[in-house]
Structure formats: C-alpha cells, structure tokens
Nanobody
C-alpha cells in the first residue's frame, strides 16, 4: 500500500508563491511516475506536472516557467514550487503515484493508481 499526504496549500494574492509537499509512505520506491494534478470547481482533473523515476519532468503548458516539480528521495517527498500564481491556478491540488505501469507517465489521471486527499490553493486577484 502507498499513502500520499499533501500539504502546503493556502490562500495567496496574484503573483504570490506557494510550495506544496507530498509525503509518501509505503512502497513508494516502486513508483514509476509521480504527478501533480488539480481540479477547479465544476471542472475536470487537470494534469500539472509529472516526474518519472529516471528524473524526467514534464509540465502542462499552463504552468511552464512558473511551477517547478522536484522530489527528495531520501525524504520520500514530492514538491511543487508554484510562483507567479494566477487566479486561474485556484484549485484543489492532488499528488498521485503510478506503481503499475512503467511505460506510463503523462498528464492523465488514468495513468495513476494512488492519490492523496488534496490540498486547496486559492489565488485572489
């Protein structure tokens, strides 16, 4: 079993920054891919960033140049540094892990089999 716990969400003004953390426990070393997703009210879940177990990182176009995805393997923790935040970044942010298929590491929620409970990020204008 894998457990993922997000933290670091909050409310900021436009242009501000937040850093989200995702603490992983269990057999997380077996994850082929870790990812961040977000879901705004009345919208579908959107992929934000992924990091493959070989270190390759991918970002959604909407966050490129503003968000940075990283991980600390010693701490089993995934981070999402979010800078230059915009009101449209407002959403619940989720951490996810793919431990089933080594060929899948994309911005699609169906590729991930473990999920955290989410943390709210609110950006005001």
């Amino acid at each position: 079993q894998v457990a993922l716990v997000e933290s670091g969400g909050g409310s900021v003004q436009s242009g501000g920054s937040l850093r989200l953390s995702c603490a992983a426990s269990g057999y997380i070393y077996s994850a082929y891919c870790m990812g961040w997703f977000r879901q705004a009210p009345e919208k579908g879940r959107e992929g934000v960033a992924t990091i493959r177990n070989d270190g390759f990182i991918n970002y959604a176009d909407s966050v490129k140049g503003r968000f940075t995805n990283s991980q600390d393997n010693a701490k089993n923790t995934l981070y999402l540094q979010m800078n230059s935040l915009k009101p449209e970044d407002t959403a619940v942010y989720y951490c996810a892990a793919n431990t089933q298929n080594k060929y899948l590491c994309g911005l699609y929620s169906s590729m991930f089999n473990y999920w955290g409970q989410g943390t709210q990020v609110t950006v005001s204008s």
